[in-house]
C-alpha cells in the first residue's frame, strides 16, 4: 500500500507575531500544495526524496537516507529535518519502527512565509500516519505539526500547521480554533524573492518586547483587538464592497503595526505601497516578515496589482483561498 497526502500553504490574513503572545489571529489556507507520498521499504531505514523544493533564487531536488544526516542543502535542509521530525513523532505515537520512504514534492517556494514548513510536516504526519495504521483527526494532526515546528524553528504559535490540516478561513488562539466563514477574497500575494527566518523573526520581536514591555505591549493588545474586528466583519451580513473596505484598512493598519514591531523590510514596504497606489484597497505582510510575502486585497484590480508588484521588484502571485486542508488517499498496489 502507498498513501498520498496532500496539505496547502497559508497566509495570514491578519494578527501573525502578536498571535505568538496568547492574542487570536486569522489565517487562510491558499491553493499551493505540498505532496507526499509514503510507502514501506525493504531495507528498514527512513528514506527521504524531494524534487522540485522551491527555495529562494534556486530549484533543488535531492535523495537523502537517514545515514547522510549533515548534506548541507541550504533552505531545502529545513524540509529535511520537518520530513525527519514528522516521521519520528508518529512513529513514536504509533510505537512502530518501519522502513519507510517519502517521497515530497511542493509548489510552495520555502522561506516565504506561506508556511511551507507546516505543510510539510502536516502532509508527512498524515501520509505516514496513515500507512501506520494510526487514524489521528486533523486537529491531532495539527498538533503533532505544532510540535514538529517547535522541535525545528523553536517558538511557534501552532497557526501554520493548523490552518495547513484543517483549511478554509480559521480563527485562532493558544491552541484552539473556530472554522470562518470563508469570504472569496481578489488578492495577489507577492514575494520579495528573499527569505526571513521565522525563527530570528519571533527572537527580535521577544527581545524587543523584554526590553519594552511598556512600548511593545500595547501594540500586542492592539493587533489582537484588530483581529477580533477582523472577525466580526468577516461574520457580519454587510455586502462584499464594504466588508473589503473594512478589511482592507484593517490590513493597513496592521502592517502599520508590524512595521513598528521591526518585521518589515524595505522590500516589503515597496511591495506594500506599489499595490496601494495600484489600488489595493488594503496591503500588508503576511507571515513572520524580514522578506518573504505581502499580500493585497483588490477587488477588480488584480492584474493591475500584479503588475504594480512586479514592477517594484516582487514575484507575484493570483491565487485563491483553499477551503480543503490536508487530503490524504491510500493507493493499493
Ligand atoms: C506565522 O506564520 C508567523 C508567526 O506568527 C509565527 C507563529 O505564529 O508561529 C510570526
New binding site residues.
Partial sequence: MRVLASAPAKI?LFG??S??YGKP?IAAAIDLRTYVKAEFNENGRIRIEAKDIRTPGLTVSFTEDQIYFETDYGKAAEVLSYVREAINLVMEEAGKQKGITVSITSQIPVGA?L?SSAAVAVATIGAVSRLLGLELSKKEIAKLGHKV?LLVQG??????PTVSAVGGFLYYQKGSFESLPVVELPIVVGYTGSSGS?KE??AKVRKNYEEMPEIIEPILNSMGRLVEKAREVILAEYDKEIKFQLLGRLMNINHGLLDALGVSTKSLSDLVYASREAGALGAKIT??GGGGCMYALAPGKQTEVATAIKIAGGVPMITKISREGLRIEEVEE
Fill in positions: 495570514i501573525e507575531h498571535v505568538v489571529a512565509g508556511g515546528e517558538a511557534s504559535s501552532g497557526i501554520d521565522t523573526l519571533v507571515g513572520a
